[in-house]
């Protein structure tokens, strides 16, 4: 009883194997076969067969293929930091991983860089006018510690009455 039940057994998981690399078959790569038939691809996963049903092949990239320049560039072609991950997760993930996320998204048109903080404090005499005028760009420059720096045009706020000698 106990051979049987093993030859059972191993001829039930040839099958499902058999059945995970007729499914892996149909994708291009991993990513695709995991969205199109997630089961297939769980027990494969759950199996360690991954590698026999779909082998990752040259597109696979690098773990450096990833470089600051390169995340740049990719974010670059997004019109926001949702857009950019959603549009390509692996180049985001990357600056994630290796903080460059802040830099990469400062081009963006829903993130204020400190091109954008300065040139909008250009338009003002006083911080207090820039805050209450433009409190997002105000805010985007005080959070990153910019203030002094936009500031510099700005005039300096001396109360009535203030000693000026010691």
């Not at 998981?13 to 078959?25: F, G, H, P, V």
Request: positive net charge; hydrophobic residues 35%.
């Amino acid at each position: 009883v106990k051979i049987y039940f093993i030859r059972f057994a191993l001829g039930k998981s040839d099958r499902l194997l058999e059945r995970c690399i007729n499914s892996a078959t149909q994708f291009k790569n991993r990513n695709e076969w995991d969205k199109g038939q997630s089961g297939a691809y769980c027990a494969a996963k759950r199996n360690g067969w991954l590698d026999t049903c779909l082998p990752l092949g040259d597109d696979k990239k690098p773990p450096d293929y990833y470089t600051l320049d390169r995340c740049l560039e990719l974010a670059m072609s997004f019109n926001t930091k949702s857009d950019w991950v959603k549009g390509h997760k692996i180049s985001f993930n990357a600056a994630n991983k290796k903080n460059w996320v802040e830099i990469c998204i400062s081009h963006l048109t829903d993130n204020w860089h400190f091109c954008r903080c300065r040139e909008s404090a250009r338009n003002f005499k006083t911080r207090t006018e820039w805050k209450t005028k433009a409190p997002g760009a105000y805010n985007a420059a005080r959070q990153r510690k910019w203030l002094d720096l936009c500031c510099e045009h700005m005039e300096k706020y001396v109360p009535k009455n203030f000693w000026t000698k010691l």
